[in-house]
């Protein structure tokens, strides 16, 4: 309805016809006085317009009445507009247009548009945006900043946090879901989660790139953008762009230094049970199951002091963390040979006691123009990373707190506890302290160091005017090698063998090789522009891996795995290779700067597929129309409203390749009498496809009074079709599961952008950016619409993705504290029966609205910068209570003390007793928490120090920055004492840090 109002105000009042008239004519042309052809030239307000020759030159009648404008108007150019009174010779030239050029946006292969020419979805996000943002990973800087893109941890309690990262929804059942990141055109490996294949402990190959060293960082989300990225586009493509030189013939040195501190932010732990509070718990849970007091666990010894001791896990294993960063970047050269070099150290102490990063890192970029058509690109940047890992899991923060991470002396890690696990005798002995990681971290040897190299080489020939020819060979290398070793001292380093002592080395090599040639064609034929690209890809993809393990050694200091006892050693390899090749094509067409037409090509095969489904084909077209551009269009307040649609497909082929081939076991079992031999492993389907998913888009982008208000609005929907799924099928052929394409899923959602400028005065300016999406998932068919339950949630046909199916939680019954359910037809039940799950649509894991919102001050020399992200609406699951059940092992949260204790009670929490199943802490809608929330994320203050200052330190300029991160979160149902969706959230608490920044311009 909006959009016919605005529509309908563009058409003026039917014009009495004019008889008398005069002429303006004259050339049009650029600043270096070349003549432009096709510029649209219009008397504004009227449908009276032309276009100007292949020399520039134009025509145009006046009417005589009232006093008119002339409008001259020309892709990448400014707008001129003149007033006219008589005949006369007119001639004009026009300027570049900086805003324009500032919003060109890059699609890959060479293809890149302004946004006013897309007719596709494309977000992009400049290095100015995410420069104070912390800087140890690069898939964390986009959390809250793009429309329809989710991030989320994917492991709450590791020290090296894993993300999860959708576009526009989550589109596959077993197959990755990840977006496709690319830097510089070269595909780069991000292994299963975002984390490295083959080595135990997660380190993100994205925590390998400088975050310094990029320009910019494009999100493309519908087919218009992705189908051209076939096989691996459907989950959306990452664009990474690398900084360059600007080839002024200056020679420019910047340096940047930052510190910064970091705390766990408090109030986002879980609040857990003091030693006091514990002690309350335990005993009452252990009454109530009918045991003695003097048969209880845990008595007083010459091992432990358990009344007196009240440790705080947290404390224990979360200390002050410090982060510092140094980087030198120097630009030099001129149009012909220009040079950019960058280099970065980065070193974090992490909040998480032993666990550190430091990444060096070195980046060189050198241009050379050897002739007006030949011209070469070559980027090649080297990262080296060590990482020293302390994995705490969730156990070690529940330890119970009348335990001691050190014996009595203070300082060696406890290894064992004395107590008994008797009910009906109090009969202590020693046991195994598994419950603490204190002594892996303080004696273990637990590091990675890693060492990625991307570059590329490209080769550009400009054949005829606005003909090319590309050809970029590009590499990307990761090779990671894990060093373990666990000493007698600790658990893990205790074997059978007669010294102790373990050891593990494992190694990862993943390289990624690609090879585009390409042809690119732009050409403006008077008010028409055709755009063209016609090219070949090769990608080819090795993974191997190594593993050694040993024990038994002479001493904690000689740890290699030639040294451990010979009976101890076990060793194993693994190698993998894909290989694609695809044809790609794409056609952009505008006339007059009003319509816009894009299509796209791609036919791709994989070897990770047999020939029954090797080779897939992916298509799009996009149309847009900017209205403003319309001689009929006369909006005072709208300068720009344009819309735009596409459709088309691409796919997701991130599947194991033994699923289409199957594979066997090898190995010396009673198979062949004790001889190595084979076995099947798991069963081929040679029919097996990638997952195909269709897109379609449409969007309004609005401009209003001057563009002080701009406004994108963008509708999607992506239905994913052959969806790939594990499951068992008849026994005849295997008694494993088999990768099937089995179903159908269907993404919808809503997106808007809102920038504004809400102050602009030379002494005082305000800006607000702001982003919301919200998505619906569903699916829509399932293998003979079976479903597939979990626990907790369930794939099943018309439901949302991992919808919650849980038993509803009725409350407790107040006369005998016992908990209560309602059954499957909504009875009260007193019996937990994993029968009466049912599905929840009103308890939707999807928001009602998710994103961020920037708002930027400037005053004189300073800026600041407030940044939050929020959520509305949705639901998480999260069960951390147990109703006294395992009390005498864990520690619970505060809210269990507010148990029922009385018949007339009434209470949240059952009567707790220790080992019996009531089954109140299973799952159900008891544990369901509001994801609504929001997060002051970052707050910067920046100081412009002045010129005259600079001059005299002869600076070219400087500024200084204090940084806050993860400053504050904030959640309805957030308490000083007992957990919400704030404290569950973020289990191992949300760290806090505040740093100081200085970069200096030379």
Same mark, same amino acid.
């Given at each position: 309805?909006?959009?016919c109002?605005?529509?309908?105000?563009?058409f003026?009042?039917?014009?009495?016809?004019?008889?008398? &008239?005069?002429?303006?004519? %004259? /050339?049009?042309? !650029?600043?270096? *006085?070349?003549?432009?052809? $096709?510029?649209? =030239?219009?008397? &504004?307000?009227t449908e009276? %317009? /032309?276009?100007t !020759?292949?020399? *520039?030159?134009?025509s145009? $009648?006046?009417? =005589?009445?009232?006093?008119?404008?002339?409008?001259?108007q020309?892709i990448?150019?400014?707008?001129?507009?003149v007033?006219?009174?008589?005949?006369?010779?007119?001639?004009?030239?026009?300027?570049?247009?900086?805003?324009?050029?500032e919003a060109?946006i890059?699609?890959?292969y060479g293809?890149?548009?302004?946004?006013?020419?897309?007719t596709?979805s494309a977000?992009?996000?400049?290095?100015?945006?995410?420069?104070t943002?912390?800087?140890?990973r690069?898939?964390?800087?986009?959390q809250?900043?793009?429309?329809?893109?989710?991030?989320q941890?994917g492991?709450?309690t590791t020290?090296?946090?894993?993300y999860?990262?959708r576009?526009?929804?989550?589109?596959?059942?077993?197959?990755?879901?990840?977006?496709?990141?690319?830097?510089?055109?070269?595909p780069i490996?991000?292994?299963?989660?975002?984390?490295l294949?083959?080595?135990?402990?997660?380190?993100?190959?994205m925590?390998?790139i400088?975050?310094?060293?990029?320009e910019s960082?494009?999100?493309?989300?519908?087919?218009?953008t992705?189908?051209?990225?076939g096989?691996?586009?459907?989950?959306?493509?990452?664009?990474i762009t690398?900084?360059?030189s600007?080839?002024d013939?200056?020679?420019?040195?910047?340096a940047s230094?930052?510190?910064?501190i970091?705390?766990?932010d408090k109030?986002?732990?879980?609040?857990?049970?003091?030693?006091e509070q514990?002690?309350t718990l335990a005993?009452?849970s252990?009454?109530?199951?009918g045991?003695?007091?003097?048969?209880?666990?845990?008595?007083?010894?010459?091992?432990?002091?358990?009344?007196?001791?009240d440790?705080?896990?947290?404390?224990?294993?979360?200390?002050t963390?410090?982060?510092?960063?140094?980087?030198?970047?120097?630009d030099?050269?001129?149009e012909?040979?220009?040079?950019y070099?960058?280099?970065?150290y980065?070193?974090?102490?992490?909040?998480?006691?032993?666990?550190?990063?430091q990444r060096?890192?070195?980046r060189?970029r050198?241009?050379?123009?050897?002739?007006?058509?030949?011209s070469?690109?070559?980027?090649?940047?080297l990262?080296?990373?060590i990482?020293?890992?302390?994995?705490?899991?969730?156990s070690?923060f529940?330890t119970?707190?009348?335990?001691?991470?050190?014996?009595?002396?203070?300082?060696t890690?406890?290894?064992y506890n004395?107590?008994?696990?008797a009910?009906?005798?109090y009969?202590?002995?020693?046991?195994?302290?598994?419950?603490?990681?204190?002594a892996?971290?303080?004696?273990?040897?637990?590091?990675?160091?890693?060492m990625q190299f991307?570059?590329?080489?490209?080769?550009?020939?400009?054949?005829?005017k606005?003909?090319?020819?590309?050809?970029?060979?590009g590499?990307?290398?990761?090779?990671a090698l894990?060093?373990?070793?666990?000493?007698?001292t600790?658990l893990d380093?205790?074997?059978?063998y007669e010294q102790?002592?373990?050891?593990?080395r494992?190694g990862v090599?993943?390289?990624?090789?690609?090879n585009i040639?390409?042809?690119?064609?732009?050409?403006?034929?008077?008010?028409?522009?055709v755009?063209?690209?016609?090219?070949?890809?090769?990608?080819?993809t090795?993974n191997?891996t190594?593993?050694?393990?040993?024990?038994g050694f002479?001493?904690?200091h000689?740890?290699?795995?030639?040294?451990s006892?010979?009976?101890?050693?076990k060793?194993s390899?693994?190698?993998?290779?894909?290989?694609?090749?695809?044809y790609?094509?794409?056609v952009?067409?505008?006339?007059?700067?009003?319509?816009?037409?894009?299509a796209?090509y791609?036919?791709?095969?994989?070897s990770?597929?047999?020939?029954?489904?090797?080779?897939g084909?992916?298509?799009?077209?996009?149309?847009?129309w900017?209205?403003?551009?319309?001689?009929?269009?006369n909006?005072?307040f709208?300068?720009?409203?344009?819309?735009?649609?596409?459709?088309?497909?691409?796919?997701n082929?991130r599947?194991d390749s033994g699923?289409?081939y199957?594979?066997?076991?090898?190995?010396?079992?009673?198979?062949?009498?004790?001889?190595?031999?084979?076995?099947?492993?798991?069963?081929p389907n040679?029919?097996?496809?990638?997952e195909t998913?269709?897109?379609?888009?449409?969007?309004?982008?609005l401009?209003?009074f001057?563009?002080?208000?701009?406004?994108?609005l963008?509708?999607?929907?992506?239905y994913?079709k052959?969806l790939?799924?594990?499951?068992?099928v008849?026994?005849?052929?295997t008694?494993?599961?088999?990768?099937r394409?089995?179903?159908?899923m269907?993404?919808q959602?809503?997106?808007?952008?809102?920038?504004t400028?809400?102050?602009?005065?030379?002494?005082?300016?305000?800006?607000?950016?702001?982003?919301g999406?919200?998505?619906r998932?569903i699916?829509?068919?399932?293998y003979?619409?079976?479903?597939t339950?979990f626990?907790?949630?369930v794939w099943m046909?018309n439901?949302s993705?991992?919808a919650w199916?849980?038993?509803?939680?009725?409350?407790?019954?107040?006369?005998?504290g016992?908990p209560?359910?309602l059954?499957?037809?909504?009875?009260v039940?007193f019996?937990f029966?994993y029968n009466?799950r049912?599905?929840?649509p009103?308890?939707s894991?999807?928001?009602?609205?998710?994103?961020?919102?920037?708002?930027?001050f400037t005053?004189r020399?300073?800026?600041?910068?407030?940044?939050?992200?929020?959520t509305?609406g949705g639901w998480d699951f999260?069960?951390?209570?147990?109703d006294g059940?395992?009390?005498?092992?864990f520690?619970?949260?505060?809210e269990?003390?507010?148990y029922?204790?009385?018949p007339?009670?009434v209470?949240n929490n059952?009567?707790p007793?220790?080992?019996?199943s009531?089954?109140?802490?299973?799952?159900?809608?008891r544990?369901l928490?509001?994801?609504?929330s929001?997060q002051?994320?970052?707050l910067?203050?920046?100081?412009?120090i002045p010129k005259?200052f600079?001059?005299?330190?002869?600076?070219s300029s400087?500024?200084?920055?204090?940084?806050?991160?993860?400053v504050?979160?904030?959640?309805?149902?957030?308490?000083?004492?007992?957990n919400s969706?704030k404290?569950m959230?973020?289990?191992?608490g949300l760290t806090?840090?505040?740093?100081?920044?200085?970069?200096?311009?030379?």
């Amino acid at each position: 309805m909006l959009l016919c109002l605005i529509l309908a105000a563009t058409f003026p009042p039917q014009l009495k016809a004019q008889i008398a &008239k005069y002429t303006v004519s %004259g /050339t049009v042309t !650029d600043t270096k *006085g070349d003549p432009l052809a $096709g510029v649209f =030239v219009y008397v &504004k307000g009227t449908e009276n %317009g /032309t276009t100007t !020759d292949l020399d *520039g030159k134009y025509s145009i $009648g006046i009417p =005589v009445s009232g006093t008119p404008v002339l409008v001259f108007q020309y892709i990448g150019m400014e707008n001129q507009e003149v007033k006219i009174s008589k005949s006369q010779t007119l001639d004009i030239k026009m300027k570049g247009d900086n805003t324009l050029e500032e919003a060109v946006i890059s699609a890959g292969y060479g293809l890149a548009q302004k946004r006013s020419d897309m007719t596709g979805s494309a977000f992009q996000v400049n290095s100015e945006q995410f420069k104070t943002l912390p800087a140890s990973r690069v898939d964390n800087l986009l959390q809250g900043m793009v429309p329809g893109l989710d991030i989320q941890e994917g492991d709450y309690t590791t020290a090296r946090t894993r993300y999860s990262i959708r576009v526009r929804g989550d589109a596959s059942l077993n197959a990755s879901s990840e977006p496709l990141w690319i830097v510089d055109g070269v595909p780069i490996y991000t292994g299963t989660q975002g984390s490295l294949n083959g080595v135990s402990y997660t380190v993100s190959p994205m925590s390998f790139i400088n975050p310094d060293d990029i320009e910019s960082i494009t999100v493309l989300k519908d087919a218009a953008t992705t189908s051209i990225y076939g096989a691996d586009g459907a989950n959306g493509v990452i664009l990474i762009t690398t900084k360059q030189s600007k080839g002024d013939g200056h020679l420019h040195v910047s340096a940047s230094m930052k510190y910064g501190i970091s705390r766990v932010d408090k109030s986002t732990l879980i609040k857990l049970l003091n030693a006091e509070q514990w002690w309350t718990l335990a005993k009452t849970s252990w009454v109530n199951a009918g045991y003695d007091l003097a048969f209880f666990p845990y008595q007083d010894n010459e091992y432990n002091d358990y009344t007196t001791t009240d440790t705080n896990w947290y404390d224990v294993y979360m200390g002050t963390g410090n982060m510092r960063e140094f980087s030198i970047n120097v630009d030099s050269g001129s149009e012909k040979a220009k040079h950019y070099l960058a280099l970065n150290y980065y070193g974090e102490d992490m909040v998480r006691k032993g666990n550190d990063q430091q990444r060096f890192s070195i980046r060189d970029r050198s241009q050379f123009k050897f002739n007006k058509r030949l011209s070469l690109d070559m980027n090649l940047a080297l990262s080296y990373n060590i990482n020293n890992i302390a994995t705490v899991s969730d156990s070690y923060f529940r330890t119970i707190p009348i335990f001691s991470p050190y014996d009595l002396d203070g300082v060696t890690p406890r290894l064992y506890n004395y107590y008994s696990d008797a009910t009906d005798s109090y009969s202590p002995s020693l046991r195994k302290f598994v419950y603490s990681g204190v002594a892996n971290r303080d004696l273990s040897d637990n590091q990675q160091r890693g060492m990625q190299f991307d570059g590329n080489a490209t080769l550009t020939l400009d054949i005829i005017k606005g003909l090319k020819f590309t050809s970029m060979f590009g590499v990307n290398a990761i090779n990671a090698l894990e060093l373990l070793y666990y000493p007698k001292t600790t658990l893990d380093g205790q074997t059978s063998y007669e010294q102790d002592g373990s050891s593990r080395r494992a190694g990862v090599f993943d390289f990624t090789w690609n090879n585009i040639d390409r042809f690119n064609f732009d050409r403006t034929f008077g008010s028409h522009r055709v755009g063209a690209l016609l090219g070949i890809e090769f990608v080819n993809t090795e993974n191997r891996t190594l593993n050694a393990t040993g024990s038994g050694f002479a001493n904690d200091h000689i740890k290699e795995i030639t040294y451990s006892i010979d009976a101890s050693r076990k060793g194993s390899s693994s190698a993998t290779n894909s290989r694609s090749l695809s044809y790609l094509a794409t056609v952009n067409y505008s006339f007059a700067n009003r319509y816009y037409f894009s299509a796209s090509y791609r036919r791709q095969g994989k070897s990770g597929f047999s020939t029954y489904a090797r080779w897939g084909d992916f298509t799009s077209v996009g149309l847009s129309w900017n209205v403003h551009n319309e001689a009929f269009f006369n909006v005072p307040f709208i300068n720009r409203l344009k819309i735009k649609t596409s459709y088309g497909n691409s796919g997701n082929s991130r599947v194991d390749s033994g699923a289409a081939y199957g594979t066997y076991t090898y190995g010396s079992g009673s198979y062949y009498g004790g001889l190595m031999g084979a076995t099947q492993g798991s069963a081929p389907n040679p029919g097996l496809s990638w997952e195909t998913t269709y897109i379609t888009n449409v969007g309004l982008d609005l401009g209003l009074f001057n563009d002080r208000i701009d406004l994108q609005l963008e509708w999607y929907d992506k239905y994913t079709k052959n969806l790939l799924y594990d499951g068992r099928v008849s026994s005849i052929i295997t008694e494993g599961k088999v990768t099937r394409n089995v179903g159908e899923m269907e993404n919808q959602g809503f997106e808007i952008h809102l920038n504004t400028r809400n102050i602009d005065t030379p002494e005082f300016k305000w800006t607000t950016d702001f982003n919301g999406s919200v998505n619906r998932n569903i699916i829509r068919k399932l293998y003979k619409g079976t479903h597939t339950g979990f626990f907790d949630y369930v794939w099943m046909e018309n439901a949302s993705k991992d919808a919650w199916w849980l038993s509803r939680w009725a409350g407790v019954d107040p006369s005998t504290g016992a908990p209560m359910w309602l059954d499957a037809d909504g009875n009260v039940t007193f019996v937990f029966d994993y029968n009466n799950r049912v599905l929840l649509p009103q308890y939707s894991k999807e928001p009602n609205l998710r994103g961020g919102m920037r708002n930027i001050f400037t005053w004189r020399d300073f800026t600041f910068v407030a940044f939050f992200t929020y959520t509305l609406g949705g639901w998480d699951f999260r069960s951390y209570g147990q109703d006294g059940y395992d009390i005498i092992s864990f520690n619970t949260v505060v809210e269990e003390l507010d148990y029922w204790k009385e018949p007339g009670d009434v209470s949240n929490n059952p009567k707790p007793i220790y080992k019996e199943s009531t089954g109140a802490s299973r799952s159900s809608t008891r544990f369901l928490y509001s994801k609504t929330s929001l997060q002051l994320k970052n707050l910067v203050v920046t100081y412009n120090i002045p010129k005259s200052f600079c001059n005299k330190l002869s600076l070219s300029s400087a500024t200084a920055s204090i940084i806050g991160d993860n400053v504050y979160m904030w959640t309805p149902d957030q308490s000083r004492t007992r957990n919400s969706y704030k404290t569950m959230r973020f289990p191992g608490g949300l760290t806090r840090s505040v740093s100081a920044q200085l970069i200096l311009n030379f």
